[in-house]
């Protein structure tokens, strides 16, 4: 009887990946009691439609902890496996010992007894990188940046492309990184049709979830090539409208189970009192991304929607400046911007944006600049070559013109203008372009564009300037000792 009811068992494995799981728990991790949760059910649900080649695109979103890699990155291919030795599995996260680790773990439930004695996979060759089964299968394990391969996989399986830390601005050329890898490494690997799937927690508006997701789209009937997706947030949010501390639209998951608002995900693993502390240790962006899987958190990030009032003129006698971030290359995506602030005393308002997606710059600074005046300084980056300089520094000869040092990082030089946004002493002068002024600001750092930002910064620290070494404070007046 005992005999019969293992091999019941083992074949009812082969076909459910929460049964081989639990089946094989203890192998992956010798000691650890499996704790079980109803998302695992819908992960697994998910993936064996990604097995029957349901499912072509998938990108899986949820916290860390969750045991997200443990089912898409060690137990599934190692089930794949268990019915056809022959599939080929390349997986790649933002580090090679990630990738090693999972390769250990997949091979210790594949060597384990039980497994051999009731499934026909052996391996060929078992290193660290890489195991080959005696048909044909393998699995390999790179990184981002590694060493990539030539071989073409049945599945593809990208895992936490980017370290956490990676999320602000000032790493963006990881971020960057991780995307160029998806594009050029994974793409090139189509000779045998594979499914895709990602699986990580959201850190910037522009990493591989979301990079994915605005240049595909998500999965529907009139959209096939779009990516399916699987969200999960530490809480649970049911839908809503645009509001003012959030302008997006939201609808949960229709695989949540949960139905009351705040409802924790797995609240037998990570209590109230977990989560409350992992939310102090991680702070804003973090808690949101990671937490949340919303990269940006209600009410903004480093500046908050609620520290900003709307007026209609500025007063008589400010002093201007008009800040310009430009963008880097032609048709890079990124925009041109434009943004003058006045000063008054002690308040300070945002006044206009002046935008443009276009290779003609110096037409739009010398056009702005005429609308603007002569008494209206003018600081742009200086992360332009000395070519650029010279050359605007002639277009603009009669104007208070000057390159603003970008010798610290993006949220450096934000800081002292979001300190007098903090305090209230920053206004907004009422446009059409205020929405998508503040939408970015209260995106920054985690979000798509930081032009207006920067542009912002370069205004701002030019209005407070001081220049002891001449004795000049620039105010609502100038002061000369």
Known sequence: MHILRSLTHFSLAKQSLPEFTRLFWNCAQPGV????????????DVLTDVKAGKIKRLIINQPPGTMKSFIVNVFFPAWIWSE???????????????????????????TSE???HHYPLRLRKAGAKRMDTTMEGWRIATSVGGQGTGDHPNYLIMDDLLKAKDSLSTTRAAINEANAWVDITASTRIANNPAFILIMQRLHE????????????????????????????MHYRPASGPTIVDPLEYEPDPRDKRKIPGELLWPSRFTEEMVRQEEISLADFGAAGQLEQRPIPLGGGLFKRDWFEIVDAVPEKAIRCRGWDIAETEDGGDWTRGVKIARLGGTFYVESVVSARSTLVDALIKSTAEIDGKRCKIREGSGSGKATIKSRSMLLIGYDFDFSPETDSKIERANPFRAQCHAGNVKI??????????????SFPAGKFDDQVDASSNAFNELVKVITGLGLTWGPERVIR
């Open 33 to 44: 009691p499996l704790s079980w949760n109803w998302h695992l059910d819908e992960i697994c």
């Open 84 to 110: 056809d030795p022959s599939q080929k599995f390349l997986t790649c996260a933002y580090s090679d010992d990630n990738t090693i680790r999972d390769n250990e773990r997949v091979r210790l439930i594949i």
């Open 114 to 116: 039980e497994f051999k």
């Open 206 to 233: 522009l990493d591989p979830t979301g990079y994915l997701l605005s240049k595909f789209g998500k999965w529907s009937e009139s959209n096939p090539h779009g990516w399916h997706t699987v969200i999960f947030p």
């Open 429 to 442: 002068v009422r446009g059409p372009w205020n929405e998508e002024y503040l939408s970015e600001l209260c």
